[in-house]
């Protein structure tokens, strides 16, 4: 196997290294550098998934339809922005513009499959146009300059379209061939050319490939959505069952044993045959299942507070009402101690909560404080980033 250093980061990209000497591998590792948005990365993704396909050729529409559809679960579900905003919080990409007009105009969920969304785009195509032309003035054969100024002709790399696209062409094969050519149709209807070898490669390290094109789009998006925890978890629908909330509950359920609790949202005695455990700052933002931040609240109300926040200035006082209860009697009954103690593994993470929250001997006022000065910033961050507030 040979390794390249992913423009001398972390991560390596493994290929067989038959192919290395067929193919130039070097200038395919290059091929996600320096973007100056996230089509990159979508790009090439699509590129690679089409060809696990067995395509050998493709359309610039079925590219950009399949960036749509890789793309759409991260901004709608979690609210990542793909590019960043600019300063006055206009989104900065047409990537995610063309998501969020397809979504406005068709209203699919989050979670709507590939090809739900597919055929959505059909539907509105005309309505996308002008994004998708966007996405084409670039990077097309921008995703290919790793490959570019390696060989006897040159060419400076701030060339037209038409020029690059050309150079390209030429280049193809002389020394070794290029992963892609360009046809000479017009605008979404241009396709690409996939090569052979390019194929082969491609489907035999397919694993690889993609846990690199991973890396490099968290990589990017980290970057550009500094506020965003967890965000390699918020590039695909995740299983619900990463969710780790049976020892909460359990804890819970001791403490109604014990006393009454009241309903956050509803300002009622909580129904120990109708409650739910739910995050207060949505789980799709913080993606832990941390306890300072789970409730009980009437399962009635669930579906309906969502991926949405709850007012901070209505509802943040009964929270850490709630939270308050439950500290003091993990310090006063040995029972509700030991059901505290069970949430370590998958409950108790956060070291400001275990060394300062949860330690003996805050005072209600105390308590209040830490909980608000940690929780706050979270919950202004989810907000900046689009999460809506929910109006109960």
Known sequence: ???????????????????????????????????????????????????????????????????????WYSVLEFHVHLSGIWGDGEIKDSLEKAII?????????????????????????????????????????KALSGFANRYSERIDLNSSAGRMMAYYNRINGIESPLPYTFGDQKGLKRKIIFHE?????????MVAILGWIQYEKVRWLQNNNPEVPGLVYKLAPLDDKMRKLGHVRKLWEGILDLTNIIDVFKNESIKRASYDVDHFIPWSFVM??????????????NSSK????????????????????????????AGIRKLYESCYRDNLHSIWASQELYRK???????????????????????RQGYEIWNI
């Not at 969304?117 to 509105?124: L, V, Y």
């Not at 070898?197 to 390290?205: L, P, R, V």
């Open 101 to 141: 007009k397809l979504h406005q105009l068709s209203d699919l969920p989050s979670n709507a499959s590939k090809v739900e969304i597919k055929n959505k785009i059909s539907e509105f195509n005309k309505e996308l146009h002008g994004e998708k032309m966007t996405l084409t003035q670039n990077v097309p054969y």
């Open 1 to 71: 196997m040979v390794k390249y250093d992913s423009q001398k980061i972390d991560y390596q990209l493994h290929i067989d290294s038959g192919y290395y000497n067929a193919l130039d591998i070097e200038g395919f590792s290059r091929m996600m550098k320096d973007p100056s948005y996230c089509y990159k990365f979508y790009w090439v993704e699509a590129i690679v998934q089409l060809i696990s396909e067995d395509k050998k050729e493709a359309s610039y529409d079925e590219i950009i339809n399949e960036m749509i559809a890789n793309a």
């Open 197 to 205: 070898a390019w194929i082969q490669m491609i489907q035999d390290n």
């Open 288 to 301: 832990n299942d941390e306890l300072w931040n789970l409730m009980p609240m009437d399962s009635s109300l």
């Open 306 to 333: 969502s991926n949405r926040l709850p007012q901070w200035e209505k509802y943040f006082v009964r929270f850490a009402q709630n939270q308050f209860t439950m500290y003091e009697l993990v310090y006063e009954k």
């Open 361 to 383: 001997g805050n005072s209600r006022e105390e308590f209040y404080g830490i909980l608000e000065r940690n929780m706050r910033p979270v919950y202004d961050s989810a907000r």
